[in-house]
């Protein structure tokens, strides 16, 4: 089923949500959680059984996360038909590619003519960026500086080319409407932003942001890798024109795969922003014995989707198999309700870790799957005592971070808070 909750919704409508939802079983009613009961063949949340022998306490899955019992067993039978000795069966990746794509984009609300596999996040914001004819065309970028932080070296080229770049300041741990507001003028042509940001989690108001865009002339580019599989993810009811996201943080996929969503009535405007074979939708050839003949040795056409704008070359075929299980997954769970089991350890966090020293860097209305701190030498200071406690968060050089998951539970908030202290 299509999740179609909008990232609009407020932390108090989550945390209500999470409220309501009826008490899980075992392992969550000793930590005295709430979530959702699981259907059929799914354990209670903290899921530890698709998550086993995870050593120590990992609160960093919105950097990596890990692998699942059910996407390893997945990958293994991908495996098997790889070896060519008969052990795969009928197994078909054309078939098993096809099918992941369009569970991918029926869970963004988009139509499979709209998504392509892309190689990664970045990938896609390049993408985004060519097939507007930037920089040729000049104008205006806008960005803010809760933006991926690897963007602005794409930012810093395209400004090196002659593009204005204006980058938003954070105030108050966010980016203020009325700021972008005032940074658009009739010659932008591209507003590009985390759904979720990598830095602190501030969420953007997609389709506030969208209207401002929109309204200006510009298009909106989304990065969305802490978005999808955390929270709700919507593109038609955001109305925005890209998103591009990898599969191997919250989608509980591999490196090395990933999407890249365009808005369907936008495709024939576009610029192919590169070709590669798998955009093709016909191919002759008048080079070769027994070819018919031509004027042309080779004849090609492109797709008039997603597909034959984006797609190149090879992709992860172990990335797809991954996917093929967490979509599933993640489908069946919910993401409105893993997002609502979550939701109180991010906020046991959030209540204990300014005791400890650490300034809040994170808005209080967020609800997606990361936390965040400011701390002076924070990486230099902690990282031996995080790592002789047998906790793994992220930290930066003035930052910590932490991003719980599925098999997370308030222990483990408690293991980095004794760590800490």
Known sequence: MTETVKQGLTRRAYLAGAAALPLASGAAQAAGQSGAAPEPGLSALPDVTEFPGIEGTYLNSGSVHPVSQGARRSVETYLASRSMNGEGGDYSVGRLRRSVLERYAAFVNADVSEVAYITSTSAGEQMAVRCLGLPRRGGRIVTD????????????????????????????????????????????????????????????????????????????????????GSVPVDVKASGIDFMANSSFKWMMGDMGLGFMYVRGDLIPQLER??????????????????????????????RDDATGLFAMG???????????????????????????????????????????????LTPEDSTGPLIAWARENARADLHERMQAAGVQVSLSRHRLRISPSVFNSEADIDRVLEALS
């Not at 810093?156 to 658009?184: C, Q, W």
């Not at 996917?323 to 966090?349: F, M």
């Open 145 to 228: 500086v809760l933006h991926f932080f690897g963007s602005f070296h794409l930012y810093n080229e395209l400004e090196a080319a002659g593009m204005e770049v204006v980058i938003i300041p954070m105030r108050d741990n966010r980016i203020h409407l009325e700021d972008m507001a005032a940074a658009m003028t009739p010659d932008t042509r591209l507003v590009s932003v985390s759904a979720i940001s990598t830095i602190n989690g501030f969420q953007h108001d997609l389709a506030a942001v969208t209207e401002m865009a929109h309204a200006h002339g510009a298009h909106v580019y989304v990065d969305a890798v802490h978005a999808v």
């Open 314 to 360: 090879t992709y992860s075929n172990t990335g797809v198999a991954h996917l093929d299980w967490s979509l599933d997954y993640l489908t069946r769970r919910g993401v409105a309700n893993i997002q609502a089991w979550r939701q109180p350890l991010i906020e046991k966090a959030r209540r204990e870790m300014p005791r400890l020293g650490f300034e809040p």
């Open 273 to 302: 922003p590169q070709a590669g074979y798998q955009q093709l939708a016909r191919f002759s050839s008048h080079a070769y014995p027994y070819d018919p003949p031509g004027d042309a040795f080779f004849e090609t056409g492109a």
